[in-house]
């Protein structure tokens, strides 16, 4: 008998186990350009209890496993390297409680983020992290997934309150809890969030919400570089205006998306800004001071949308300007780059993105959530074409380069995968050290998402 012979005597359902083509396939690579494997077989557990018994029987045999939720990630980190169980959370997407007193949900790690907001609209509440992609909760809290709102609410480890975590021998452990802050010993709930699968997995998430403010306004804004509009972005940041999103797109973008949205916006490097307050006189004045930045570094077009249908047109541009990159490019798959510098540094680290792309003479557009200092280049390339990706590889190496030289980081949200790993132990120097070493506590056979998060260890 084999063992996922074995494995179906685990899960009582044999409609929630498959070794179908299609649906290994479909679990075989996620939105990167990373090259695709296989699991052996995909595993739809209901409970924790399932996963428990699941991380039992592959502990016991040496069986890697993988945790997947939408498989919207673009480093690779739902891959399974070595083939093994993939466990889909699609099953696991109930809302276990709303305390909207408390301003807490508890939620199950399947459930994506638009669906908790459609539950919470009508309590007058909001799950602000908002990376783009209707990504699952439990795979945001594994990359510390953040996106157009962190600028103002945080990302996700700001948003984590409490974890029910299945280790990889099986058993489940409850770190932190309901309350807004705690003194209680090790502050284990944040080691997990952006584990990346490699520690645990995560089975209920305890989660912070907030009110809906009552008036919200969006406004953009034109420049003639990158440069002048990060110029821009850090003095309004500076000047204390409450700004809840601050995007950027460059020239590249806006045609992308103009060319497979439909929208008309000037093709000019722009500045996206959205202002709540529950005093619509506080967002006049941010966006009043705003306006006088934007006018300070040469911008032009300002333009101000109070209209909900006009904001969501808009941010669903910002949305979806990674897809309009990739096909307006002609691209098969998209290469992102990540890197975060400190708001100083952010005008020039931007010029230093398209001199980068410019010099490599590989199209591709610069973009990012300026406001917390976060900028992406996004390349549409073709995997199969070695020259594509040894540009690719030679841009992000430059930008990730810079970012350091300058106090950066070289992923600010989309996390290590199996993409910067080289990148990880560099950057941490001694401490990569430390990162195994809690891995070998808490995973000691190796058998949780391997492959992925931690440094390449020295021969």
Same mark, same amino acid.
């Given at each position: 008998?084999?063992?996922?012979?074995?494995?179906?005597?685990?899960?009582?359902?044999?409609?929630?186990?498959?070794?179908? #083509?299609?649906? !290994?396939?479909?679990?075989?690579?996620?939105?990167?350009?990373?090259?695709?494997?296989?699991?052996? =077989?995909?595993?739809?557990?209901?409970?924790?209890?399932?996963?428990?018994?699941?991380?039992?029987?592959?502990?016991?045999?040496?069986?890697?496993?993988?945790? %997947?939720?939408?498989?919207? &990630?673009?480093?690779?980190?739902?891959?399974?390297?070595?083939?093994?169980?993939?466990?889909?959370?699609?099953?696991?997407?109930?809302?276990?409680?709303?305390?909207?007193?408390?301003?807490?949900?508890?939620?199950?790690?399947?459930?994506?983020?638009?669906?908790?907001?459609?539950?919470?609209?009508? %309590?007058?509440?909001?799950?602000?992290?908002?990376?783009?992609?209707?990504?699952?909760?439990?795979?945001?809290?594994?990359?510390? /997934?953040?996106?157009?709102?962190?600028?103002?609410?945080?990302?996700?480890?700001?948003?984590?309150?409490?974890?029910?975590?299945?280790?990889?021998?099986?058993?489940?452990?409850?770190?932190?809890?309901?309350?807004?802050?705690? #003194?209680?010993?090790?502050?284990?709930?944040?080691?997990?969030?952006?584990?990346?699968? +490699?520690?645990?997995?995560?089975?209920?998430?305890?989660?912070?919400?907030?009110?809906?403010?009552?008036?919200?306004?969006?406004?953009?804004?034109?420049?003639? *570089?990158?440069?002048?509009?990060?110029?821009?972005?850090?003095?309004?940041?500076?000047?204390?205006?409450?700004?809840?999103?601050?995007?950027?797109? *460059?020239?590249?973008?806006?045609?992308?998306?103009?060319? =497979?949205? &439909?929208?008309?916006?000037?093709?000019?490097? +722009?500045?996206?800004?959205?202002?709540?307050?529950?005093?619509?006189?506080?967002?006049?004045?941010?966006? +009043?001071?705003?306006?006088?930045?934007?006018?300070? %570094?040469?911008?032009?077009?300002?333009?101000?949308?109070?209209?909900?249908?006009?904001?969501?047109?808009?941010?669903?541009?910002?949305?979806?300007?990674?897809?309009?990159?990739?096909? /307006?490019?002609?691209?098969?798959?998209?290469?992102?780059?990540?890197?975060?510098?400190?708001?100083?540094?952010?005008?020039?680290?931007?010029?230093?993105?398209?001199?980068?792309?410019?010099?490599?003479?590989?199209?591709?557009?610069?973009?990012?959530?300026?406001?917390?200092?976060?900028?992406?280049?996004?390349?549409?390339? *073709?995997?199969?074409?070695?020259?594509?990706?040894?540009?690719?590889?030679?841009?992000?190496?430059?930008?990730?380069?810079?970012?350091?030289?300058? &106090?950066?980081? !070289?992923?600010?949200?989309?996390?290590?995968?199996?993409?910067?790993?080289? %990148?990880?132990?560099?950057?941490?120097? /001694?401490?990569?050290?430390?990162?195994?070493?809690?891995?070998?506590?808490?995973?000691?056979?190796?058998?949780?998402?391997?492959?992925? +998060?931690?440094?390449?260890?020295?021969?």
């Amino acid at each position: 008998m084999s063992w996922i012979d074995e494995l179906k005597r685990v899960i009582d359902d044999a409609d929630r186990i498959s070794t179908g #083509s299609s649906v !290994c396939d479909l679990h075989a690579q996620d939105f990167s350009y990373h090259p695709p494997h296989r699991p052996d =077989v995909v595993v739809f557990p209901i409970n924790k209890d399932e996963v428990s018994s699941i991380m039992r029987f592959a502990l016991d045999r040496g069986i890697s496993v993988v945790a %997947y939720g939408q498989g919207t &990630g673009v480093e690779g980190h739902i891959i399974p390297l070595q083939g093994g169980i993939t466990m889909d959370f699609a099953q696991m997407s109930r809302i276990v409680a709303i305390r909207p007193n408390d301003f807490v949900v508890q939620v199950e790690p399947g459930i994506t983020r638009t669906a908790l907001n459609r539950v919470l609209g009508p %309590y007058g509440l909001f799950f602000p992290v908002d990376p783009g992609a209707d990504a699952s909760l439990g795979g945001m809290a594994a990359t510390n /997934a953040a996106g157009t709102e962190a600028l103002r609410y945080g990302a996700m480890r700001q948003q984590v309150l409490g974890l029910e975590v299945v280790l990889a021998d099986g058993r489940v452990i409850r770190v932190g809890g309901a309350t807004m802050k705690s #003194s209680a010993g090790y502050q284990l709930a944040g080691l997990f969030v952006g584990s990346e699968g +490699t520690l645990g997995i995560f089975t209920e998430l305890t989660l912070k919400v907030y009110a809906i403010p009552q008036y919200t306004a969006a406004a953009r804004a034109t420049f003639a *570089d990158v440069e002048s509009a990060g110029q821009a972005a850090t003095s309004i940041i500076a000047q204390g205006a409450t700004v809840t999103r601050l995007e950027l797109m *460059d020239e590249e973008t806006i045609r992308a998306v103009n060319q =497979v949205e &439909g929208t008309n916006f000037p093709v000019r490097v +722009t500045l996206f800004f959205e202002f709540a307050s529950n005093h619509r006189s506080a967002v006049v004045d941010d966006l +009043t001071l705003s306006a006088e930045g934007v006018t300070e %570094y040469g911008g032009k077009d300002w333009t101000v949308e109070w209209d909900s249908d006009a904001r969501r047109q808009l941010w669903h541009a910002r949305h979806r300007a990674a897809l309009a990159i990739l096909t /307006a490019s002609g691209g098969k798959r998209p290469f992102t780059t990540d890197t975060a510098v400190p708001l100083s540094e952010l005008a020039g680290a931007l010029r230093h993105a398209r001199e980068t792309l410019n010099a490599q003479e590989i199209p591709g557009a610069v973009l990012g959530h300026v406001g917390d200092g976060n900028y992406h280049v996004v390349i549409g390339l *073709d995997p199969e074409r070695p020259e594509h990706m040894q540009k690719a590889h030679a841009v992000n190496d430059a930008i990730v380069r810079y970012a350091w030289a300058h &106090g950066g980081t !070289c992923t600010g949200e989309h996390g290590i995968g199996m993409g910067k790993t080289r %990148y990880l132990g560099e950057e941490r120097g /001694a401490a990569g050290a430390v990162l195994w070493q809690i891995k070998n506590a808490l995973d000691p056979d190796h058998i949780l998402n391997p492959g992925k +998060t931690l440094p390449i260890q020295e021969e």
